[in-house]
């Protein structure tokens, strides 16, 4: 088992930022590609940003690419995610993902096999 918790969620305005974390435990922190999904209310679970095992990959969704960034500190076993020039349609809970295989987070299949936080919302307001 791998548990992940997220936190640094809340409530910003139009055009601010915030930065989200997720700390894990159990499992090798390292050997595991990371992932961040987003639930508005309402609409089905969709991926944001993923990254490999070591960083040297990361893909973005094309509503974030530009304003979010991945990014990973394997020593503390931690992934986070910044989050700049936010806009109300970033609003929904979010959650960290964790999978042995990149591509799986990328394409949303397979997640069954890997594991997921609690989630942490994030309320954007206009």
């Known amino acids: 088992q791998m548990q992940l918790m997220e936190s640094g969620g809340g409530l910003v305005q139009t055009g601010g930022s915030m930065r989200l974390s997720c700390t894990t435990s159990?499992?090798?922190?390292?050997?595991?590609?990371m992932g961040w999904f987003r639930q508005a209310p309402g609409k089905e679970r969709e991926f944001v940003a993923a990254i490999n095992y070591n960083g040297g990959r990361i893909t973005y969704a094309d509503a974030v690419r530009g304003r979010f960034t991945i990014s990973r500190d394997n020593a503390e076993r931690r992934l986070f995610l910044q989050m700049n020039s936010l806009k109300p349609g970033d609003t929904g809970v979010y959650y960290c993902?964790?999978?042995?295989?990149?591509?799986?987070?990328?394409?949303?299949?397979?997640?069954?096999?890997?594991?997921w936080g609690q989630g942490t919302q994030v309320t954007v307001s206009s």
């Open positions: 993902h964790s999978h042995h295989q990149f591509d799986k987070i990328v394409s949303g299949r397979d997640l069954g096999l890997g594991f």
């Open positions: 159990g499992r090798i922190f390292g050997s595991y590609a």
